[in-house]
């Protein structure tokens, strides 16, 4: 491995509901009767067309069946591959996306169920995150309390974008059950598509939808950060999966000038929101927006000024880098272990426990 | 202790250097004065419907502003009317004092770029245009007209950059940036194809609303992420019109992005060409890594000017955007306008700082 | 450092502003409620000129959606990008340390007092039956 023998800490690794199906098994009566009857199937998110490129490296695309639906698979290509001591599951399946609230949380809860018992139970090293119906936040956060007592459950997870900014005070349930658990949020490119996929409108091609997300993260960022939740949920983190990062810089410096001239109309905010950031906010590597030239990615990280904020991912099995090279260009020494290692321990409290 | 502003020491004379400001606002005494540069029908239609935006209020937007009419609080004009209306004033306050040579003007109030009355958008883009030249540029041969077109109106919008094309004011095309639909949609093309054809630069200014949130995620309750998530939404403009493939159909076309700094620039192109590695089949008709569009077809106004934690690092990130892609503007006389003596905290050399305050402008727009 | 005589106390009306010029240094003087305060008038961000800035109220949170407001008045938002500075230290609400625009001793003296001098006016005549707002500089 090229890690210097450091078994690393993967936090974003992506098992698949192969379909409505396989959820059946770890859903009630009633819900189960309408799947069945209304056909209902299907939800995987149109950003990972299973037979895309971006979807599955074709070192790892399975014989038959979508990406990343095979446990053996998973195994031997993530865990084993990149000799990971812990790996977290981000399951993106449709339950966030419903409009109805009550099917939306009964799909949620399902996915659960079935990453606990199919996957977890497997394999001593994989982690989940707990996905949450984000549309009601009163059974995201019942679906939390449910979840919350299976240590394995170490992260809830929202798409970047839903129905409304994630700052906005309906989430404050979600947030206030995930401190009180010691569980980080875990915001993940992904849409409900409840607006358009860029603020000027739906683009055309799935390129943009990728690309777009940049933009998405950054407005979601100043959505926590104006509506004041930083301070009112002091000990909560947020990570951002698949957000790349180099637009940090740029971002934090236009953050704080607005905030020097406008923070009158968000008092609540006192302090720099760049302070606020890079203590409060966390990213995975991959997929890394990284530049051409390593001394550009060195000068990059010299503005973000915080090593403490990135941790690794491999992003399996989506296709972001070759062979093993996990890690993009430019990453010293010592950033690359608190990546492998310290940073997914300070920022997940739950995996201290059960390595300890 | 930091008592007085970080000002260039070398700063030369920027009479000296011909400042080029790529962004100044005029505004109208009051918006009856568009009703002479109407027809008769619009102008009835003027005075019983009048403007509709995507916005629920008639006065104001949804996300009131920092100050009064946007502002700066000195530049109300003593001779009264609002900010941006009374030229001696501007000349007193702006053009003379900071030795601009040429000033790029963007009318924003009242406008017809984004009105939801096809017909009407149209006529008061023309009369807005008209009135740029009566008003200002016939007046003040400093300042330059811009020809707003309605872009959801394009047969509209190319006949009028027709009709002013040749006007010998009007030196750029512009339009609502958040519009119906992106603007790489190739229901636009008619007007990228009429503006490369005249050589128009297109300076796209932040404005417009096309109802939608302004974030992918919904719509932000404050001003402070508003002004910031209209920034983004400039980023998703620029890698709309690379990605649909608008500078593959027009390769001469050139783009100025108006109001939004440009240190994000440089992500971008990393972004879009990292993504575009596993999508190249998707969008076959782009021949090049969009970075190579954004470096060549692509230019940045400095306002609001990005502020950097260290000096330096701004030096890195013109480097990486193109010193040639830097455009100086102060967005007179808005409240977050920039002054060329103090918002450029970084080192230059004489020709680097001639090259942003007015080199790079005189270049795009072709004045010798 | 020496008293000047900068304005009389008629001239600037209360809530309103005047820029003087002490020692070929632009100085914004403010009137508020009777209370004069003089500070620097070259905004410290990008040079601003603060004698056109608005005298705000503080506004403080102690959680999202509260607003409270004290100091009525005693911040001065600069008329560009809005920072705000303390008009009785100069230090700029969001980042003190580094940023503040200099404040002055202002004082209010009748005519009869200064007529004993010493003290610099510059522009106009002290009369002894005056009012005369004085700056320390
Ligand atoms: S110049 Fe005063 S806030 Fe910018």
Redesign the interface.
């Known amino acids: 491995m090229g890690f210097d023998g450091l078994m690393p800490i993967d936090c974003d690794i992506h098992p698949a509901v192969p379909g409505m199906q396989a959820l059946l098994p770890y859903i009630d009566d009633h819900w189960r009767e309408t799947i069945i009857s209304r056909g209902i199937d299907g939800l995987d998110l149109n950003l990972y067309p299973p037979g895309a490129e971006i979807s599955c490296r074709p070192d790892w695309r399975p014989e038959s069946g979508k990406p990343g639906t095979s446990f053996e698979q998973l195994r031997t290509q993530a865990l084993d591959g990149f000799g990971a001591r812990i790996a977290i599951c981000n399951c993106l399946y449709g339950g966030p996306a419903m409009y109805s609230e009550d099917l939306g949380a009964a799909i949620c809860r399902a996915t659960n169920l079935w990453m606990a018992r199919e996957w977890l139970d497997r394999d001593p090293r994989l982690r989940a995150s707990i996905v949450v119906p984000v549309q009601s936040p009163e059974l995201a956060v019942e679906e939390i309390e449910r979840c919350a007592p299976d240590r394995r459950f170490v992260q809830v997870l929202m798409f970047a974008a839903g129905e409304q900014p994630l700052g906005r005070r309906p989430h404050w349930p979600i947030y206030e059950a995930a401190q009180r658990h010691g569980l980080p949020i875990g915001i993940h490119a992904g849409s409900s598509h409840r607006h358009p996929n860029s603020g000027i409108g739906w683009t055309q091609y799935l390129l943009q939808d990728h690309a777009a997300f940049a933009q998405t993260f950054q407005a979601q960022l100043l959505s926590l950060l104006a509506e004041g939740v930083f301070s009112r949920f002091p000990t909560l983190k947020f990570v951002l999966m698949e957000s790349g990062f180099t637009w940090l810089p740029p971002f934090m410096w236009r953050a704080v000038k607005m905030w020097r001239g406008l923070r009158r109309e968000i008092p609540w905010v006192d302090r720099s929101p760049a302070d606020i950031i890079r203590e409060r906010v966390r990213i995975t590597i991959q997929p890394a927006d990284a530049p051409p030239d390593p001394a550009q990615m060195r000068r990059t990280l010299e503005m973000i000024g915080a090593d403490e904020m990135f941790l690794f991912s491999s992003d399996y099995p989506h296709w972001r880098f070759e062979g093993e090279a996990a890690l993009p260009g430019g990453f010293s020494p010592e950033l690359v272990r608190k990546i492998l290692v310290d940073n997914p321990l300070a920022t997940y409290p739950r995996l201290k426990e059960v390595l300890s | 202790?930091?008592?007085?502003?970080v000002m260039q020491a070398e700063r030369p004379a920027a009479q000296k250097i011909g400042m080029i400001d790529c962004d100044i606002h005029p505004m109208m005494r009051s918006p009856a004065d568009v009703l002479p540069y109407l027809s008769t029908r619009w102008r009835e239609h003027y005075q019983t419907i009048g403007p509709r935006y995507r916005q629920p209020f008639l006065g104001s937007s949804a996300y009131p502003k920092?100050?009064p009419q946007l502002s700066?609080?000195?530049s109300w004009p003593p001779a009264g009317g609002p900010p941006g209306s009374d030229l001696d004033f501007m000349r007193e306050q702006h053009l003379d004092p900071l030795g601009i040579e040429l000033g790029m003007l963007q009318p924003l109030f009242p406008r017809g770029m984004d009105e939801r009355n096809l017909d009407f958008a149209a006529a008061m883009c023309r009369a807005v245009n008209d009135w740029q030249v009566e008003a200002w540029t016939s007046k003040e041969p400093r300042l330059k007209a811009n020809i707003t077109v309605a872009c959801d109106n394009p047969i509209a919008a190319v006949e009028e950059i027709e009709r002013c094309a040749k006007s010998g004011h009007h030196v750029q095309v512009s339009f609502a940036?958040?519009?119906?639909?992106?603007?790489?949609?190739r229901k636009y093309w008619p007007i990228y194809e009429a503006a490369e054809r005249h050589n128009l630069p297109l300076g796209l200014h932040s404005v417009g609303n096309?109802g939608?949130?302004?974030?992918?995620?919904?719509?932000?309750?404050?001003?402070?992420?508003e002004?910031?998530?209209?920034?983004?939404?400039l980023?998703?403009?620029v890698?709309?019109m690379v990605?649909?493939g608008v500078f593959e159909a027009f390769p001469q076309l050139k783009l100025i992005v108006i109001e939004g700094?440009f240190?994000?620039a440089?992500?971008?192109g990393?972004?879009?060409?990292?993504?575009?590695q596993?999508?190249r089949?998707?969008?076959p008709h782009l021949k090049r890594p969009p970075s190579e569009y954004l470096r060549r077809n692509v230019w940045y106004t400095t306002q609001?000017m990005?502020?950097?934690?260290k000096p330096a690092?701004l030096r890195?990130?013109i480097d990486?955007v193109g010193w040639d892609r830097v455009l100086f503007a102060t967005d007179y006389p808005h409240?977050?306008?920039?002054?060329p003596?103090?918002?450029l905290k970084l080192r230059m050399s004489e020709d680097e700082r001639a090259q942003i305050l007015g080199g790079n402008a005189r270049a795009l727009f072709g004045i010798a | 450092m020496a008293r000047h005589v900068v304005a009389t106390t008629g001239e600037i009306a209360p809530g309103s502003s005047k820029l003087v010029t002490v020692r070929g240094r632009s100085v914004a003087l403010f009137n508020r409620d009777g209370e004069y305060f003089a500070i620097s008038n070259t905004c410290p961000h990008a040079g601003g000129s603060l004698c056109h800035g608005a005298l705000v109220s503080l506004v403080q949170s102690s959680r999202p959606g509260q607003y409270e407001l004290s100091r009525r008045g005693e911040m001065l938002q600069c008329p560009w990008h809005g920072w705000e500075f303390d008009i009785r230290t100069g230090q700029s609400w969001c980042d003190p340390e580094s940023f503040r625009a200099r404040a002055y001793q202002v004082t209010v003296e009748p005519g009869e007092t200064l007529a004993k001098g010493p003290y610099v006016a510059e522009t106009f005549p002290v009369a002894v039956e005056g009012e005369y707002v004085v700056v320390e500089f």
């Open positions: 202790m930091n008592d007085g502003p920092a100050t700066r609080r000195d940036t958040r519009a119906i639909e992106p603007l790489g949609s096309n939608n949130a302004v974030q992918p995620g919904g719509a932000p309750s404050y001003y402070f992420e002004h910031q998530c209209v920034s983004l939404s980023h998703a403009m890698a709309s990605i649909e700094g240190a994000w440089a992500s971008l990393w972004r879009l060409d990292a993504h575009w596993r999508f089949a998707e969008v609001p990005d502020e950097a934690e690092y890195d990130m990486w409240w977050d306008s920039d002054d003596r103090f918002s």
